[in-house]
């Protein structure tokens, strides 16, 4: 009788652990139907970017190589005649200059991206983009904003009113290293108040807010919206423990706002 009733308390525990793991792998799956069908009717995607790194590097014996990142995330928030302003991260492009800095539409791939019939080399293709201009940066945010000039109409994004609070529905809109380009993740505020990023900058940086909606590398500084599909939160990293997506950590609404107006744009 003690037997049995031990296999059963053993069946039981590994029940509760088999259905936490599945939990934990799927977690960045979860899809907010509703929410999506509001951003796929919208032209609210039209409104991100990739942003690009060129790096040179000169050799010992004078060759100059160059390198492409992979890029990072960033939302169009203001546009003057043919000039649009992004609204981004800043540790992405902490060491770097504007010549450095190529700006990717939304329908427009990486390089590596491309069908091979259209590669025709990578300089040359990334020389044919948008270069980006620094206009304004703050470490204590962890934001920035930068410009590109272009001749096509795109959409601004909306900054929303209204704080984002524990367990309101939310959607990244980013470029994840292991997703496609504009990637949709969905979650909720996990956070009931800013909390530190925890990392070596928390001294000088100002509190995050915390959700679950999957980001990676490549979505810094990509946009947090509400249902109102309106930005409440610009994504700048997450936690994972043994490479498994555990939250992600955006400023908040009231940080973007005092930033934007800081900047003067």
């Known amino acids: 009788m003690k037997i049995i009733k031990s296999k059963r308390y053993i069946l039981i525990l590994l029940a509760i652990l088999l259905f936490i793991l599945i939990g934990c792998s799927n977690q960045h799956t979860y899809i907010n139907e509703e929410l999506k069908s509001k951003i796929t009717e919208s032209n609210i995607i039209q409104s991100t970017v990739l942003i690009v790194k060129e790096q040179k590097e000169t050799s010992n014996d004078s060759a100059t190589s160059i390198t492409y990142s992979y890029g990072f ?23 770097l200059t504007d010549e450095n800095l190529i700006v990717l539409l939304w329908n427009e791939p990486r390089y590596n991206d491309l069908p091979s019939e259209q590669k025709k080399g990578i300089s040359r293709y990334y020389a044919s983009k948008s270069k980006a201009k620094i206009e304004y940066t703050d470490i204590k945010y962890d934001l920035a904003i930068i410009s590109f000039e272009s001749g096509k109409e795109l959409p601004i994004l909306e900054i929303s009113d209204t704080e984002a609070m524990f367990g309101d529905d939310i959607s990244s809109i980013s470029n994840p290293k292991d997703r496609d380009r504009n ?27 915390e959700h679950n909606s999957y980001i990676n590398e490549g979505s810094s500084g990509s946009i947090l919206i509400n249902n109102d599909l309106k930005v409440v939160g610009i994504n700048l990293g997450g936690t994972t423990r043994r490479d498994k997506f555990i939250k992600a950590k955006a400023m908040p609404l009231d940080r973007i706002i005092e930033f934007i107006n800081k900047s003067s744009i």
């Open 183 to 209: 990637y949709l993740s969905f979650g909720k505020i996990t956070s009931k108040i800013a909390v530190p990023f925890g990392d070596d900058k928390d001294n000088i940086q100002y509190n995050v807010i």
């Open 73 to 95: 995330s960033g939302g169009i928030i203001k546009k003057e005649e043919n000039k649009y302003y992004i609204l981004t991260a800043f540790h992405p492009i902490e060491q």
